[in-house]
């Protein structure tokens, strides 16, 4: 293999680390991102549930519509109904 050849074969490889170095950091930016989502949803069912528990009713209300207001505007259902 003579010279030139080598450094494109070295620059091909540099790009190719580079990728997959993106690759990798927006796989470990989605997975944070998933994980923050979980503890917040984590953390918000466990309110509704303790108010359940507890019988605060306008509680639960509350958070129950907050999830389905939450579900109908980043899924909008067709025709406002889900079923």
Do not use: W
């Not at 494109?8 to 994980?35: C, G, K, P, V």
């Not at 009713?57 to 980043?74: C, D, I, M, P």
């Amino acid at each position: 293999m003579n010279n030139a050849k080598q450094l494109e074969a070295i620059e091909e490889l540099r790009e190719a680390l580079r990728l997959s170095d993106n690759r990798y950091n927006a796989a470990a930016l989605q997975l944070t991102q998933l994980m923050d989502e979980t503890a917040r949803l984590t953390a918000e069912l466990t309110v509704m549930c303790e108010a359940y528990i507890a019988g605060d009713h306008a509680l639960v209300t509350s958070k129950v519509r907050g999830f389905a207001l939450a579900y109908y505007q980043n899924l909008k259902p067709a025709h406002r109904r889900v079923h």
